[in-house]
């Protein structure tokens, strides 16, 4: 007896939902993504063989370059506009709304409190010339006071500090020093990954 032959059918699929959804998740992506804004100095860090990987928010960076200077930045915007009002206060500098707005879309900064209007008005191409780093030496330690308002401002922030290799020891040694005057005990270092040795 002959075996019965099924005709066999094409199969088609509609694609046209999958490139919709496809397209949709393309421009969600696209709309939502936070670049890296632009750093005003380049650190080249030290390896180390770390895995700890730092959260995206509530972050407080100190970055110490080659030539020593010293920038502070704070990821969350509204914590800035607090530390910029607490420290205007104290150091008398007045601030306009737009010089505040200003200083809440800048990440990093390294002025002394007396030239930061000037950094603020300046372009990101000038501004990177015009910084000469936050004071840290025991006659005008600002440092110690941006810390200070940053930790008042939110109370959960993590301390991150990034150092170029080829930084003087001794800035890096005023920042240890400044943290535990504060009675902060515990911060990261940032560093380049590199593999860990094999055992032999």
């Known amino acids: 007896m002959a075996k019965v032959k099924i005709p066999r059918k094409n199969i088609s699929l509609d694609m046209t939902a999958m490139c ?15 670049f890296k804004p632009d750093e005003p100095v380049v650190v080249d860090t030290p390896s180390s063989v770390s895995e700890i990987i730092l959260p995206d928010a509530d972050i407080m960076t100190i970055t110490v370059d080659k030539e020593g ?3 502070f930045g704070v990821s969350n915007q509204t914590d800035r506009q607090e530390m910029l009002q607490a420290m205007a206060k104290k150091y008398k ?3 306009t709304g737009s010089e505040v707005k200003e200083f809440t879309l800048t990440e990093t900064f390294g002025s002394p ?3 930061l209007k000037r950094v603020l008005h300046a372009t990101s191409a000038q ?25 008042y401002a939110n109370r959960g922030i993590r301390i ?3 150092g170029d290799k080829d930084a003087d020891a001794k800035v890096m040694k005023e920042i240890i020093t400044i943290m535990q005057e504060q009675n902060i005990n515990k911060f990261n270092l940032i560093t380049n990954m590199e593999a860990k040795p094999t055992d032999i």
């Open 69 to 71: 200077r010293v920038f």
């Open 160 to 162: 991150v500090i990034k």
């Open 127 to 151: 501004r990177a010339k015009i910084q000469t780093g936050i004071p840290v030496d025991s006659v005008n330690n600002q440092l110690q006071d941006w810390v200070a308002n940053a930790r």
């Open 20 to 34: 919709d959804v496809a397209f949709l998740l393309l421009t969600f992506f696209m709309l939502t993504t936070k």
């Open 113 to 115: 409190m007396q030239d």
């Open 93 to 95: 500098v007045a601030f």
